[in-house]
T-cell receptor, first 118, second 114 residues
Framework: AQTVTQSQPEMSVQEAETVTLSCTYD???????LFWYKQPPSRQMILVIR??????QNATENRFSVNFQKAAKSFSLKISDSQLGDAAMYFCAYRSAIPSGATNKLIFGTGTLLAVQP | DGGITQSPKYLFRKEGQNVTLSCEQNLNHDAMYWYRQDPGQGLRLIYYSQIVNDFQKGDIAEGYSVSREKKESFPLTVTSAQKNPTAFYLCASSNRQGVNTEAFFGQGTRLTVV
């Protein structure tokens, strides 16, 4: 079974600085998707960034980028120029790319609570 | 606007009662999911459905039931058999396959047993 591990329950960063959130996963599949979701105090889950496993190039979305290391099964999120609005719980998630498979469900890590200090 | 709607936002249940949480989506997604969120435990999958009239148990299905009679709707019933139902519940939907496979989430329902 696939698992997702986030080993940092809490992180803190100064405004305008850079922070990296860690995520590792375990799978025997070769094709899958990885996601980072943000959950602010409103508790609305917001997609931050997505990575397809078959793509070697790391995904980027404005100030957010990932370091995807397929062999190491690592998927870290880097937030550059941190802003107060980035303060939230961040979840790493895995989803199989097998069509119609029973494993199409999203599998989440336990989350990392990010605080941004002014 | 396309999206996924959960209702109610807050729900109070007396012990021994069944309650149903609503989840509706107009994104034309085939797959729908129910997650439970407790502090320090992330999101745990209760039930999911890949297609109408079919659903599968997730990791913590005991004490819960679902139905998927329409593509747009995936209600979750919390039964009296669920021993610790107080939690935050999130519904999500997604395409079953293809590039756009990220899940879209509702705003959640906070269930409290009184």
């Amino acid at each position: 079974a696939q698992t997702v591990t986030q080993s940092q329950p809490e992180m803190s960063v100064q405004e305008a600085e850079t922070v990296t959130l860690s995520c590792t996963y375990d799978t025997s599949e070769s094709d899958y998707y990885l996601f980072w979701y943000k959950q602010p105090p409103s508790r609305q889950m917001i997609l931050v960034i997505r990575q397809e496993a078959y793509k070697q190039q790391n995904a980027t979305e404005n100030r957010f980028s990932v370091n995807f290391q397929k062999a190491a099964k690592s998927f870290s999120l880097k937030i550059s120029d941190s802003q107060l609005g980035d303060a939230a719980m961040y979840f790493c998630a895995y989803r199989s790319a097998i069509p119609s498979g029973a494993t199409n469900k999203l599998i989440f890590g336990t989350g990392t609570l990010l605080a941004v200090q002014p | 606007d396309g999206g996924i709607t959960q209702s109610p936002k807050y729900l109070f249940r007396k012990e021994g009662q069944n309650v149903t949480l609503s989840c509706e989506q107009n994104l034309n997604h085939d797959a729908m999911y129910w997650y439970r969120q407790d502090p320090g435990q992330g999101l745990r999958l209760i039930y999911y459905s890949q297609i109408v009239n079919d659903f599968q148990k997730g990791d913590i299905a005991e004490g819960y039931s679902v139905s998927r009679e329409k593509k747009e709707s995936f209600p979750l019933t919390v039964t009296s058999a669920q021993k610790n139902p107080t939690a935050f519940y999130l519904c999500a939907s997604s395409n079953r396959q293809g590039v756009n496979t990220e899940a879209f989430f509702g705003q959640g329902t906070r269930l409290t047993v009184v």
